[in-house]
């Protein structure tokens, strides 16, 4: 599949911003809109991209040329850009002889919306993805599936929103220089000429990311988008991750995902940095300094991997965080342990022996689970999706460890602690022995019996 990306404009609604560069190398997340755009068709699994450049053509060529060699690009440069984004697309019609994708260079958008589009193909000469919306976004018109009209003031129940992704076929050429012909400028008039001749559709991508960006609040909001977007498809887990960490670190990312200076890797081995330190005071008794810090620990640790995801700069090596992760929230409870033990003999160690057992095994099920259902088994029953807001984690774990210091009762902590991970475990190992022998008796149910042979 190909892919046309319209990046000719110069984007003057954004002002300032758009004097010095163009708008496809504005950056959002702490990446240009254009490269984003071309990484999010590549991962939907587009092989070859056109950009139409026109504005500051040299500008985008140069740096997507560099930033972007492993991508199969190509440039077209439109001399009528000026006039309107028709022309921009008027100026790639000798390139494409089958269908391919069509979108604009100041989207952001989920890559499920392109796959949907390429799986989506029919006789029509072109599909627009619509999300079924504010006032003064571009609308669609459309009845069963078919696109009436286009335009920013349609007044209708039919209205849907236009996400500016298309999947066309090379006729729309013809009804491009239709609309030129006519003394239109605009792509919308080209899609209004074919909805005219029932010739266009819709596919439906409602609930995937997307944003048009036109002004710089369309900017700030799309930043938004992706700080709320970059969490893991699981969700947070307990009720502190989900109603404390989550709005703080998506706040945070907010305002740090444009400085290219802090990346994943550099969060990463802050929040291990601080970690051992937090390790350190526990260790030498400065427990209420300590367990105010392992809250700021939480929220560091839950930065790296969405700055990653928002930036498109997740690796494989990332996933050996939680290994990691898992050593200094051990090296915690072993340092309060080693701490209590000096005034309170070998209880401590023993409560923390304990709890470390139960939570490795609790989290070798959890991990076993996932391997064999590709699945996480805090999303895969009603009962899971509910326990997990409560299962044992470190941040419930610390919140046990705030409060014993708070009342000067420590070795509450490691009590509690040692109980609720006792607790998980027994859940984690049944529901899933239950998952995984009911997903047996589902194959055994599934395959063909052999005929015995006659006799």
């Known amino acids: 599949m190909k892919a046309l990306v319209l990046a000719a404009g110069q984007g003057s609604r954004l002002g300032k911003l758009t004097r010095m560069k163009p708008k496809g190398l504005l950056r959002v997340g702490g990446e240009p809109l254009l490269g984003r755009i071309l990484r999010g068709l590549t991962d939907a699994g587009v092989q070859e991209i056109w950009v139409v450049i026109g504005y500051k053509a040299d500008m985008i060529r140069e740096q997507i040329t560099r930033n972007y060699a492993k991508m199969n690009i190509h440039f077209i440069e439109a001399e009528k850009w000026e006039k309107g984004n028709l022309y ?28 949907t589009l390429i799986e989506n193909k029919c006789e029509k000469t072109l599909i627009l ?25 349609i007044n209708d129940s039919n209205v849907v929103l236009d996400t500016g992704f298309f999947l066309c076929s090379p006729k729309i050429f013809e009804y491009a220089n239709e609309a030129a012909q006519e003394g239109a400028v605009e792509l919308a008039d080209c899609v209004r000429i074919a909805a005219r001749k029932r010739d266009a559709h819709v596919v439906d991508v409602s609930g995937h990311l997307w944003a048009d960006i036109d002004t710089r609040e369309d900017l700030s909001r799309a930043k938004r988008l992706l700080a709320d977007h970059a969490q893991k498809k699981r969700g947070a887990s307990d009720f502190v991750a989900y109603y404390v960490n989550r709005p703080l670190e998506n706040a945070i990312l907010y305002r740090i995902s444009d400085w290219l200076f802090i990346t994943p890797n550099r969060l990463t081995i802050a929040t291990n940095v601080l970690a051992w330190f937090v390790t350190y005071l526990f260790f030498s008794g400065h427990l209420a300094l300590a367990s105010i810090l392992t809250f700021v620990v939480g929220v560091l640790d839950g930065l790296d991997g969405k700055l990653a995801r928002i930036r498109g700069q997740a690796t494989q090596l990332g996933r050996m965080e939680h290994p990691f992760d898992m050593l200094y929230e051990f090296s915690w409870l072993i340092a309060i342990a080693l701490f209590l033990s000096r005034s309170q003999g070998l209880l401590p160690l023993e409560l923390c022996l304990f709890s470390l057992a139960f939570i490795a095994f609790y989290r ?32 419930i774990y610390n919140l046990y460890i705030f409060f014993a210091v708070l009342f000067d009762l420590p070795l509450f902590a490691l009590y509690a602690i040692t109980f609720h ?31 015995l042979p006659s006799v």
């Open 129 to 153: 993805a619509i999300e079924r919306v504010a006032e003064e976004d571009t609308k669609v018109l459309e009845r069963k599936g078919a696109i009436f009209d286009i335009g920013k003031k």
């Open 88 to 115: 921009s697309l008027l100026a790639a019609q000798e390139v494409f002889q089958q269908d391919f994708l069509l979108c604009m260079c100041d989207h952001i958008f989920d890559q499920q919306i392109p796959k």
């Open 421 to 451: 991970s006792a607790l998980t475990a027994v859940v984690y190992a049944s529901r899933a022995s239950v998952h995984l022998h009911a997903s047996d008796q589902k194959a055994k149910t599934k395959q063909p019996v052999e005929s």
């Open 364 to 395: 070798f099920c959890y991990d076993q689970f996932s391997r064999t259902m590709k699945v996480s088994l805090d999303i895969y029953g009603r009962f899971e999706r509910a326990f997990r807001r409560i299962a044992g984690r470190r941040n």
